[in-house]
């Protein structure tokens, strides 16, 4: 099955920052990537996602890059501001199943 | 559009006993569901695919006979957590695909704690 690995853990970074956030994946047949920030005790909720056919996609001050050849994709946020503080996770897609990256936890500090 | 609700939102029971948690979708059909159980502090691991009508499709290491899954309608499927222990509490989670795209919508969660 599908291995997604998420790094680094934990991070924390200024206001005003920028935050990247990288994973990476082993079954080549995954197609679809998103990724989710999740508060304490809360459903998951989709930022970004990107398709295999495409290299890079940004939405104002979130962007995700996507390397199919070498399976690693990483999730950027600039400009972060104290409300971005939540942990985030990653996911890949072979088909319709969705495997999760081990989250990370960020903290923007005023 | 494309809300999930989950039933119930939290619930305590004994050891040994067995606990139903509803996953419904409110505004869409889902031709598959999916059932992701979450530790304290750790990532949501997927535990079986659901199809409506169809018998569910169990990730390796998830017993099936104690975690049982039905998926009756296009809007409605169950996770029976059977004969349940202290180490299945968990925070459950469900979500919908309506097969139109590629995202899942997921539920509110529900928290599982087994005394």
């Known amino acids: 099955g599908e291995n997604v690995e998420q790094h680094p853990s934990t991070l924390s970074v200024q206001e005003g920052d920028s935050a990247v956030i990288k994973c990476t994946y082993s079954?080549?047949?995954?197609?679809?990537f998103p990724w989710y920030k999740q508060e304490l005790g809360k459903r998951p909720q989709l930022i970004i996602d990107?398709?295999?056919?495409?290299g890079e996609k940004k939405d104002q001050r979130i962007a995700v890059t996507l390397n199919k050849t070498a399976k690693h994709f990483s999730l950027h946020i600039t400009e972060t501001q104290p409300e971005d503080s939540a942990v985030y996770f990653c996911?890949?897609?072979?088909?319709?199943?969705?495997?999760f990256g081990t989250g990370t936890s960020l903290t923007v500090i005023p | 559009g494309a809300v999930v609700s989950q039933h119930p939102s939290w619930v305590i029971c004994k050891s040994g006993t067995s606990v139903k948690i509803e996953c419904r979708s409110l505004?869409?059909?889902?031709?598959?569901m999916f059932w992701y159980r979450q530790f304290p502090k750790q990532s949501l691991m997927l535990m079986a695919t659901?199809?409506?009508?169809?018998?569910?499709?169990?990730e390796q290491g998830v017993e099936k006979d104690k975690f049982l899954i039905n998926h009756a309608s296009l809007t409605l499927s169950t996770l029976t957590v059977t004969s349940a222990h202290p180490e299945d509490s968990s925070f459950y989670i469900c979500?919908?695909?309506?097969?139109?795209?590629?995202?899942?919508?997921f539920g509110p969660g529900t928290r599982l704690t087994v005394t």
């Open positions: 979500s919908a695909d309506s097969g139109l795209s590629y995202e899942q919508y």
């Open positions: 079954d080549s047949a995954s197609n679809y």
């Open positions: 990107i398709r295999s056919n495409v």
């Open positions: 996911a890949a897609s072979p088909g319709n199943q969705f495997y």
């Open positions: 505004d869409f059909q889902a031709t598959t």
């Open positions: 659901s199809n409506e009508g169809s018998k569910a499709t169990y």
